[in-house]
């Protein structure tokens, strides 16, 4: 079957990933299984390409299962068993690696009414983070790559220096061409492949503890929300190098700063892939409703760090403004004072 559940083989209930003990738990008796000795049913189970045309029905209640074509586990809509559709998981969809989550519902939401609070310019009623609208458990995919860089650098540099003879100052001006060329390596560089996953909210949310990277088991998607990639390692190959050119650039100005000043006649970067590995990272997505206006946010399943943008308090704003303003007024009446006052 390409429906995974995992049920308690002491009481029939359904079993999910707990982030407090890295198990799977059963909530109702209490029974908890350690993940690595559990038999994963995607390395005996070989599904066939009619499998992944067909219906998926749960195994508890029979009901079908109606998810998006990317979408490799959820819950069923009508008795809520926690289910992952194993023939989206196997083959080139198979993910090598996964960063189990490590913070659990009640704990993110507990650190997103706390991370509202710290907004100093959203309107009060937004920072009392009650109309949290939905908080989600969801596995992201990514393409992690190690990427390789030659690079060949021409350009020219001055060295300007001063000094003095008798009662004259001088300044010398020394003219250099300068060349370098440089391997630079670039392990574990993150690109969410999901295309209905905010780019800019997943950047934002790194780091990511990359030591903690577990080989990739279906128990661990138990409880949670998880998505395939929409898009291969060759497809997002332009966007991995675009995020690590500025810190080439960084690297090259590092080289030459014993220059006064630099100028680059000519930069040649040759980027290849040494590897990428596709793996699902943990992130809880909150939708919140305010003001009839909807906003998402994003949190780190394994840091507990918030990324979206809340509204912003016009009243707070004008008020911040008048603020500075009138502190610098001040300043200015005191120093004008202080003159007048040092001239008479």
Known sequence: MPVIEYKCPNCGSGMTFDVKTGMLSCHSCGRKDNIEQIPDPLTKHVFSEEDEAREYHCTSCGAVIMTEAETSATSCSFCGSAVVLGDRLIGKLAPAKIIPFTISKEQAMMAFRKWCRRGTLT??????AN???EITGMYVPFWLYDLHNDVEVHG???KVSTYTSGDYEYTKTDYFQIYRRLCLDYVKVPIDAAEKMNDELMDKLEPFAYDQLESFKTPYLAGYIAERYSYNDEELFPRAKDK???Y???YIDSTTNAYTSVSYADVQIDTTIERADYVLLPVWVIHYDYNQSKYTFAMNGQTGKVVGKPPISKAKVAAWFAGISGISFLV???LTFWIIGGRT
Not at 123 to 128: E, H, I, Q, Y
């Open 123 to 128: 309107p009060r009623g937004f920072m009392s």
């Open 131 to 133: 109309r949290i609208k």
């Open 156 to 158: 020219s540099g001055t």
């Open 244 to 246: 690590i050119y500025g």
């Open 248 to 250: 080439i650039d960084a």
């Open 332 to 334: 200015l009446q005191l």
